[in-house]
Structure formats: C-alpha cells, structure tokens
C-alpha cells in the first residue's frame, strides 16, 4: 500500500518547477510510503506523477513507481494489492509477456499493454487506486476499485488537473484553493462523513468505487464511466439465487474465504491480523491460521474501563486458534491523547468515534508487522446491523418493497387489522400482526430509501439546525433504489450500506488509521468473488432466528467452538458524551469560542451555544452532534483557518 499524487497544467512548464511541485504534494504523504519515493514528468504538457512506496510485494527496485511498461507507452502510478496478479501473470506469460519482477504492478501494466486499459482493470481482483499517463495518446486514465477500499481524489483547480490518495497532497500545490463546498458540509453534519462523489472541498470530488476516468485534457469534462458495479452484482445473485442446501452454502462460503484469506496473506513482509474476538474477525484469523505453518500474529486493544472492555473475547479466540496474541490495555489517557492529531490523520471532516480505537490498535500491530487483515465488510456483505435483523424480522420487508403492501397497510383500519392478526392462522397471522406494528412506519415511508435515509443512515435535523443554510444535493440517497430485481428491504439495506457507509465511513476510517502509522491494511471479506457469492445467498442463509451472519457463524463454528462466539454484537464504543462534560470540556470550549469569519457565514452561533450548553447542564444529551461539530472545527482549524 501506498501513495501517489500528481498535476497536470495542459501546458509546458519548466521541468524543475513541475518536479518541485508534483514533490510537494507526495511529501504530504511520507506515512504512506516511507520506504521510497519517485517522480516522473512529462514538461512539455505540464504533467507530473509523484509516488510514495511502502514495500509489500517485490522489495528491490523493480517495485519502484511510477514505473514504466515494457514498451515504455504507459507510466503508472498505483496504490493497492491485487490478490489475482499470479493467475494474470500466468495468462500474460502464455500471450507472450515477459516480466523482469514479480510486483503486481508489473502485472498491471502487461495487462493494459495487452488487452487496454478498461478491460484491464475489469481484470483486476484487490484493492487499488490507479494514475495511468498514455505517453502516445496525451491521455490520463484513473481509476478506483470497485468497493472504494483505496481512496482516489481528483479536482480541475484554477485550471490544474489534481489528482492524490489524500486531500492533503492535492492542498500542496499552489494551484489549489481550500473553498468549503457547502452542500458538502450540509452532507457531513447529516452523516458524520461526506459521503462520495463529493469532498469538503469546492471543485474537488472522490473519484467513485470501481470507476474510470479517462481525460485527454486537464481541463475536459470528468465522465467516470463504470468498469464494475454494485448494482450488476446484486441483481445477477438476486437473479440467479444460491440453489443449495444450508451445508452446501456453508461450504461454498468457507470455500471463497478461505481463497481470499490465502490470497491476502501473499507479502514480502511481515503479515498479521486485527481481532477483536467478534464473529468476523475471528473467522479471518481462523482461515490464516488454518493457511500458516507458525502461530499468525493478532492484535487487540482493551479497555482499563470494565465497562468498556471486551479483549478478553480476542484473549479466548487467541488461545484457542493458538495465534501470536499482542493486546494493549489503554486508558481514557491514551484515547484523549490522539484527539489533537485527528484532522492531520483525516484531511476531510470525519466523525466516527472508533477511528480513535482503530488508530490505536494500528500503532499496536505496527510494532510487529507491516500488514494486517481485519473483518471490515462482513456486516455489509452479509447482513450483520441490527437494521438489517429489523428488515428482514417481519412483514415491513415485504411492505415496503412493494408500493401495493403499503398501500393495502395504509387503507385497512387498525380494527380490521387487529381481528385480522387474531383469526388467520400461522403466517397469515403473523403478517397482519407484522402490518400493525408497522403501520406507523408505513405512513411515513413510502420505499425503502425513504425509511434508510430517515431512520438508518443518521438524518440529523438537529446537525443541519447548527448550520445557517442547509441544503442536501444530489447523492444516493436522493435517487430511487437502482436495483431492478426484486428484493427484500434487507436487500435494499445491505446495498445502500456497501454503497455509502462502507466507503466513505469505515473503508475511510480504517484506510486514515492504517497509512498514519505506515501499515498496509487488507480486508478479505471485500474480495470481489466473495461479494458476489454473497449476493446470491438468500437472506436466510445471512439472517436466521433474529441474528445476523447466519452463515458466517455456521462457518466460524467449525474452527472455534460456539460458547466462545455466541454474544451480542458489539463494537468499538467510545463515551464521547461523558467527556464532552469531562476531560474533552475545555478543548470542545477553545474550539467553539474560537472565531472565523467564514464559519461564521456558515455556522449559526445561537444553536451552537445552545446545544452546548444543554449538554453541559445536563438537560439532552448532544455528544453524537457536538463531536460532528468539534471535529468539523477541530479540521477547519487545522487546515483552514491560515489560509
């Protein structure tokens, strides 16, 4: 894993200061790639790609980037791993290729020389991010893998194509401008993260999951077009459903993951894996050790809180798998002693309190190794959030994918449901029952992204009400549902999820945890095959007796026994509420009372004092809010207050 950057001016410019400049932005991103660096330009047109390594795969100089292919037409740069590189190789070598190293990135480069670019990458199984410049054509090619595991920026700023891994670098050239895009901000006090295509920053996007971007000049018109999407994979497995039995679909999932386990543990340096003793990290641990020959090295942090602690879950997986178990107990100290570095670790407005965690036990599995897995995406893929088990639990699924169900529910008086629930017998029973208790929902939400948009993905009236003027613009969750093929709201759940949240929220926070400290992170559950397998999983192989990941645990059951498991769901919790009136009371103050004109066109003061004080006296509860306002000042201070 990596970093790249670069600039394209569309005219010449001498080649010093084009260096200079494409050098600026990759020294932005030395956390990416300590091991090395490079630069390549192309003066004449103003076209610079910068490059910052961390060594996974090939540590000698073939790894180096921006790296040229064998006919030397195409330069790239590429952030990433790809799993399937040895089977493309092998195809590559029977077409005629010859290879100098064994990088993953020579592969890439083979492929485009021989099949072009978009079927190329349609080719590619792993996590990446691409800068490709076609030498003969003068045209740049970027593109971004298909979950969004590799984040990808890219803005036309005062007529300079910029393009990087992180904000930060694009923020290094001179020709960038640090205007807050409004509607993005209204985004983030709604989510807690702007959610894509959009950044924080005006005439800046995030370049979609598994689109490409092709230019032939920097100042044409950005067309990502698709290379991969989500919505074909689910309709193709909502269309062509697993036939199965139960033990037929476990083996089939046992099967895929344990393929990606094994492809993800390929590196050249050392490799681990993050458990927290949840089901889905357990079962990735559970699939390297059954693929290794020595103990795998598993990392935990705890809590000195009881009331906060569960690394003795990960204690008990450890000891039974027989992993190399590394655990931190950390202290309220260590959590309150990371808050000042966030906005420098998150270049764009975040707000997911367990980025603390997770950039703690990244520093923990850094001591030991470069590269860690984890079981990010399980949830997504395979039905693990308590919406997911409230969708699929009752008739509200059904009513709510089909507009007749809502209105049936909403025509039928609550008597004539009520005796109805009473006299139908087993099913038919059940759904009226169902119908009732959801009746209230069935007025108001007329589809499911309606009821996702407004009870699940954190709406906030009381966020917007701290800015002066909100106004959302166009993104997924002011679209009608894309998927064509009949579905289950926990369909239409599970898509929205991996859609949004999964990229922009948790890819994002894991992503910014890993790369501050240097660590290459890997997340099997994402592998393209996997998803796919999954999506033709019906939703009672995913959620069965009011639990989520059916099939999951049926999985993990096999390698580590039921009892150690068998808990409720829970995850990284931070108490930011109590801190906010506590050890966090005078930053949160320094930051509020601090003054900017422009936050002040953007933010309104009279609900920002009263909210804060209402949380101080006690008289609501307003942590979620206040650490979505604190972090949005705490970045804004950092990043833009001397501009």
């Known amino acids: 894993m990596c970093g790249f950057a670069g600039c394209w001016h569309g005219a010449p410019l001498e080649a010093d200061a084009l260096h200079g400049q494409v050098q600026g932005m990759t020294d932005r991103l030395l956390l990416r790639g300590p091991d090395d660096g490079g630069i390549w330009t192309d003066p004449p047109v103003g076209l610079g790609l910068g490059f910052r390594r961390l060594s996974i795969l090939d540590l000698t100089e073939e790894g180096h980037q921006p790296k040229a292919s064998a006919s030397g037409r195409f330069i790239i740069t590429f952030n990433g791993e790809i799993y399937n590189f040895k089977e493309l190789r092998q195809t590559l070598e029977g077409l005629g290729a010859t290879f100098r190293g064994h990088s993953d990135t020579e592969v890439i480069l083979a492929a485009i020389e021989q099949w072009g670019v978009e079927a190329a990458v349609r080719q590619l199984n792993g996590m990446f991010a691409i800068a490709l410049w076609d030498t003969q054509e003068r045209t740049l090619h970027l593109a971004r893998d298909p979950l969004g595991i590799k984040p990808l920026y890219v803005g036309v700023l005062n007529g300079t194509l910029l393009w990087g891994s992180e904000l930060k670098a694009l923020r290094a050239h001179p020709a960038f401008t640090s205007r807050i895009d409004p509607d993005a901000l209204s985004l983030y006090f709604r989510h807690g993260f702007v959610p894509s295509p959009y950044s924080i920053y005006a005439g800046v996007r995030k370049l979609a999951p598994g689109h490409l971007l092709t230019l032939t000049s920097p100042g044409g018109e950005m067309q990502p077009r698709p290379f991969w999407t989500l919505r074909e994979v689910a309709e193709e497995g909502l269309a062509n459903p697993f036939g199965g039995t139960d033990q037929e679909a476990i083996q089939a999932v046992e099967a895929s993951l344990f393929q990606s386990v094994g492809r993800q543990m390929v590196a050249d340096v050392p490799l681990g894996a993050f458990l927290s003793g949840g089901v889905d990290s357990s079962l990735i641990v559970a699939l390297m050790q059954a693929q290794s020959s020595r103990p795998v090295q598993t990392f935990c942090i705890g809590f000195r809180e009881d009331s906060f602690n569960e690394a003795h879950h990960a204690q008990a997986v450890a000891k039974h798998l027989g992993t190399d178990h590394s655990e931190w107990m950390v202290s309220a100290k260590d959590f309150l002693g990371l808050i000042p570095d966030l906005p420098d670790l998150y270049d764009e407005p975040f707000a997911d309190p367990a980025m603390i965690p997770t950039c703690l036990v990244s520093q923990l599995a850094r001591r030991k190794v470069t590269v860690s897995l984890s079981g990010d995406g399980g949830d997504e893929v395979f039905g693990g959030y308590s919406h997911h088990l409230s969708a699929c639990g009752g008739r509200l699924s059904r009513a709510l994918s089909h507009s007749a169900g809502v209105r049936w529910a909403m025509g039928v008086g609550t008597s004539t449901l009520s005796s109805a629930a009473g006299l139908l017998p087993g099913k038919s029973a059940a759904f009226m029952s169902d119908a009732l208790k959801y009746r209230s929902h069935l007025y108001r939400f007329k589809d499911a992204v309606t009821y996702y948009r407004e009870r699940v993905a954190g709406q906030s009236r009381a966020a917007e009400s701290l800015l002066n003027s909100s106004r959302i613009p166009p993104y997924l969750l002011t679209e009608p549902l894309a998927l064509r093929e009949p579905h289950d709201v926990v369909d239409a759940f599970m898509y929205l999820d991996s859609m949004m ?143």
């Open 501 to 643: 949240v999964l990229p922009d929220e948790y890819l994002t926070k894991v992503d910014r945890a890993t790369m501050s400290v240097s660590l290459e992170g890997r997340v099997p559950f994402l592998d393209s095959d996997v998803v796919a397998l999954a999506w033709r999983l019906p939703a009672r192989m995913k959620i069965r007796d009011g639990r989520g990941k059916w099939v999951l645990r049926q999985v993990l059951e096999r390698h580590v026994p039921k009892e150690i498991i068998d808990r409720p769901k829970h995850g990284f919790s931070v108490p930011i509420a109590d801190w906010l009136r506590g050890p966090l009371k005078a930053w949160g103050k320094a930051l509020l009372d601090a003054r900017h004109p422009e936050l002040q066109e953007l933010l309104s003061s009279e609900a920002i004092t009263r909210v804060w004080t209402e949380h101080q006296q006690s008289l609501r509860s307003h942590g979620v809010l206040l650490w979505k306002l604190l972090m949005f000042k705490a970045w804004y201070a950092r990043w833009c207050a001397e501009d």
